[in-house]
């Protein structure tokens, strides 16, 4: 659990919540105290993260009034933002939260947001082979990770959609050699695609992913070259 003093002179406490099912926990205080009604249903709020174990750890504040909480869902590191009225800020993840799957048993202990807004979050990878390890995650507040459609989609066309086996992205510009593709699903999970899933055309414009073994349902292309980041939706049958 955690405390937060925002500039108006309201508290924030923050934890993990066990009414109906254990989830990331908030309530708003005025300045002398008694619960603020604005905030959430109430004065208080409370958000379940995916289907595993919540865990509340710590939070900050945006310069837009904005709350960010940090923790863990199942082995995960989750991240969770709230609007300022405390209800779930849709713009972030899906449904205001996102969850970072990695390798280990893993949380999110400590978060702060850098001069640029980007949102970061330290804590443990617990269980590899050589002990526990520190982790350091960077997200972009102001995108929805990849979720929202964005950048230039006029150059960018993906086919089929809905697809099976196989999807085809064509740019008018080239990509670099060094681009980065993920697919995140309907639950934020995100997976990087390796250069065995992903066939580039010789001139860069084009490339061919193969979505074998993945689940049917709604997923994300995320497409980062550089600075510049295109994201488009489809459906794997």
Known sequence: ????????GRIVVGGSAEATAQSFGA???NADGSLDPSFGINGSQTTV???GINVFEEMTLQADGK???TGQMGNDVAVVRLASDGSADFSFGIGGSVVTPLPTDDSGYG?????????????AARGGAGGDDIIVLRYISGV???IEESGSLTDVKLYPDPAQDRITISFTEPLSNHALLTLVNATGQA?????????RSSDGRECNIALNGMAAGPYWLRVQDGSD???????KE
Do not use: E
């Open 1 to 8: 659990s955690c405390m937060l003093l925002q500039p108006d």
């Open 27 to 29: 309530t708003r205080l």
């Open 49 to 51: 993260v995916g289907s």
């Open 67 to 69: 709350l960010v909480h």
């Open 111 to 123: 978060i702060a947001m850098q001069p640029d807004g980007k949102i970061v979050v330290v804590g």
């Open 144 to 146: 929805n990770m990849g």
């Open 191 to 199: 997976v990087v695609l390796s250069s065995l899933a992903v066939q």
């Open 229 to 235: 980041v295109r994201s488009k939706a489809f459906v």
